[in-house]
Structures are given as structure tokens and as C-alpha cells.
């Protein structure tokens, strides 16, 4: 099976775009926002870009297509306002997935803002209930990824993902996605073999690895258990090419999709890195 590579792409110009800029880099699986991720302004999804976009996936053979969710929504809010909000945009988000054809969208867990973990967990998998209730029907997946556990951020831990599904009604179109540079900042040693052998038993333990849907691969900038959220360049961070190559390499994650959110400084940026993960791959 060849390996299912990706970046996560720009949506400038209208989504019809994003198929073909990810096969021009050679990939065969795409992330992109699905709004411009640090506004809440939501125009009505264009047709003809939907259009654009289903028969240029096809031609250029992108699949899975993953949807990353607005930085601006938390589900986890004790704000009232800014929880109804969030899952209005949310819903907004999974119903133009769905018209998109695409496969999943990834959310992050949100903030608890000083109400305390317990609260902004509990508030999560309300707003998930809600959101899969009012998608009925859907076959678009929803990914839930860690963090680095920066300020009061849900999801650094996997019994955070834990607990949310032991909250939800339905789990059946809810996984999780790994970001390898926020496990890091959040304290599993992905530099070495027993870190990540930590990491993968955490989530098995935890919610399954069958939950496990996607890797966002990324090399981080910042130390291990530091907290801090700092994507870097494939091999030229903290994790290092020796521990991306044990990473790619691993029999739980080699069959996954891998999507990278690195640094996209210079225009070749994304190229290389790409070009870098091939070649770790099989070695
Ligand atoms: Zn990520």
C-alpha cells in the first residue's frame, strides 16, 4: 500500500484550487480550513467551487480530504455566547463537508478558560451530541486531536479524548487525530523509541487505536513537555529525522494518513519536507 501523504493546503482563490495544488506537490491526501480559520464571518459555500472541488479530488485521485475546524471555535466555552456560536459554525462547517465530499473534519478540544477540566469536558461532548444530532445522517467523520496542553486547553491528555466519547451517544463517526509536534510539547519523548511506545500504549489504552484515523506529522520547535505549540520543519526540530523515521516507519501509524502543518516559509517549503518523509519511509 503506498503511503497516503499529505499537507495541508491553501484554500486562496476558492477549495476547486486545493486538489490540484496538493497533486502538483505530489501528495495523494489533503487538509484545508474550511473558513478563513481566524474569522467568524461565513459566506454561503459556492456551488460551483463545490463542483470545482469534487471533480478536480477525482481527477487528481486526493483522498482521504480532511477539514480542519476554525481556531476562533471552542467547544468547550462556559461563554455562552461563544458556545452557541461555536456549534452553529461547526454545524455550518459539517454540512459543507458534506457537500464537499469530504471525508472528516478535525477539531481540536477547546479551552476550559478557568472553569476547570471536568466543566469544559463536560461541555465538549454536549456541544458533539448536539452537532451529530443535527447532522444526522452525515458521512462526514469528526477527528478529535491533542494538544500541546498550552494555557487551559483540552486534549493534551488522552483520557480527555477518553471521556468525551464515554459522553457521546453516538461514536460511530468520531476518531481522533494524532499531531506528533503537540504530543511532544505535551510530554511524550518522540525523540526516542520508548516515548513513542508510551504514546501509542496511552492511546490504546485510552479511546482505542482504532480510533486513530489521522497523523499530523510534525517536528516541533519547542522541548518536550514544555506546553509550548511550535511546528517545525520534518527532521530539523526536537523530534528529529531519527525519531519521524521511527514514527512513519511504526506498523500502528504506517497505514494512517499523514498530513504535515509545517512552517510553510519559502515556497518550497512544503516540497521538502515532503520529499523528506519519502525518503525516511522504508528505512
Ligand atoms: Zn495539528
New binding site residues.
Given amino acids: 500500500m503506498p503511503m497516503l501523504l499529505g499537507a495541508h493546503i491553501s484554500a486562496a482563490g476558492g477549495v476547486s484550487l486545493v486538489p490540484g495544488r496538493a497533486a502538483e506537490l505530489g501528495c495523494n491526501t489533503a487538509q484545508f480550513f474550511s473558513r478563513s480559520p481566524q474569522s467568524w464571518r461565513s459566506r454561503a459555500l459556492d456551488l460551483s467551487q463545490a463542483a470545482g472541488f469534487r471533480k478536480a479530488r477525482a481527477q487528481n485521485g486526493i483522498t482521504p480530504v480532511f477539514i480542519h475546524i476554525s481556531y476562533l471555535i471552542n467547544l468547550a466555552s462556559a461563554d455562552k455566547k461563544l458556545f452557541l456560536s461555536s456549534v452553529e459554525a461547526f454545524v455550518e462547517d459539517m454540512r459543507d463537508a458534506e457537500v464537499l465530499g469530504a471525508d472528516y473534519i478535525?477539531s481540536h478540544m477547546g479551552c476550559h478558560k478557568g472553569a476547570g477540566e471536568a466543566a469544559g469536558l463536560a461541555r465538549f461532548a454536549d456541544a458533539l451530541n448536539t452537532i451529530i444530532k443535527k447532522t444526522a445522517g452525515s458521512s462526514v467523520g469528526i477527528l478529535l486531536?491533542n494538544s500541546a496542553g498550552s494555557g487551559n486547553c483540552l486534549g493534551y491528555d488522552f483520557s480527555h479524548q477518553r471521556r468525551v466519547l464515554e459522553a457521546l451517544e453516538d461514536t460511530g463517526r468520531v476518531g481522533i487525530?494524532l499531531?506528533t509536534?503537540?504530543a511532544f510539547a505535551s510530554g511524550y519523548d518522540l525523540f526516542t523509541a520508548s516515548g513513542l511506545a508510551k504514546l501509542l500504549k496511552e492511546i490504546k489504552d485510552q479511546t482505542g487505536t482504532e480510533k486513530l484515523r489521522l497523523v499530523?506529522l510534525?517536528d516541533s520547535r519547542s522541548s518536550c513537555g514544555s506546553r509550548v505549540d511550535a511546528h517545525e520543519h520534518i527532521g530539523k526540530g526536537r523530534i528529529g529525522l531519527v525519531g519521524m523515521r521511527r514514527i512513519v516507519n511504526h506498523p500502528f501509524l504506517k497505514d494512517l494518513p499523514f498530513i504535515l502543518?509545517t512552517p510553510k516559509d519559502g515556497g518550497r517549503a512544503d516540497a521538502i519536507n515532503l520529499s523528506t518523509v519519502k525518503e525516511l519511509r522504508g528505512r
Fill in positions: 478535525v486531536e487525530c499531531d509536534a503537540h499530523h510534525n502543518e
